[in-house]
């Protein structure tokens, strides 16, 4: 079982980047699917989630800007980034929820820089 993140690079302030998670197997196995992220410096964070139901939440931080989706059919989740910041800056992580287990991606790294 794995998750591999993919649709990271360098983008100026207030331009838009989306990210794809690939889930191995049936996406509709993983309970919940999630993007965190982590700053230099910084603890992870947990940006936004969503459920096999299609309950959806997000960090206070990214309310309004940023998306999270996924396709069934493709066995992929998506986060959909708007007008992101410098502060937005970070490697971003897929995480599944699937059964008992939870699987991590290796990570793409977003730059929010002029």
């Known amino acids: 079982v794995q998750v591999v993140e993919s649709g990271g690079g360098l983008v100026q302030p207030g331009g838009s980047l989306r990210l794809s998670c690939s889930a191995s197997g049936n996406i509709f196995d993983y309970a919940a699917m999630a993007w965190y992220r982590q700053a230099p410096g910084k603890e992870r964070e947990m940006v936004a989630r969503?459920?096999?139901?299609?309950?959806?939440n997000y960090a206070d931080s990214v309310k309004g800007r940023f998306t999270i989706s996924r396709d069934d059919a493709a066995d992929t989740a998506y986060l959909q980034m708007n007008d992101l910041k410098p502060e937005d800056t970070a490697v971003y992580h897929c995480?599944?929820?699937?059964?008992?287990?939870?699987?991590w991606g290796q990570g793409t790294q977003v730059t929010v820089s002029s």
């Open positions: 969503i459920t096999n139901g299609g309950t959806t």
């Open positions: 995480f599944g929820n699937r059964g008992s287990a939870g699987y």
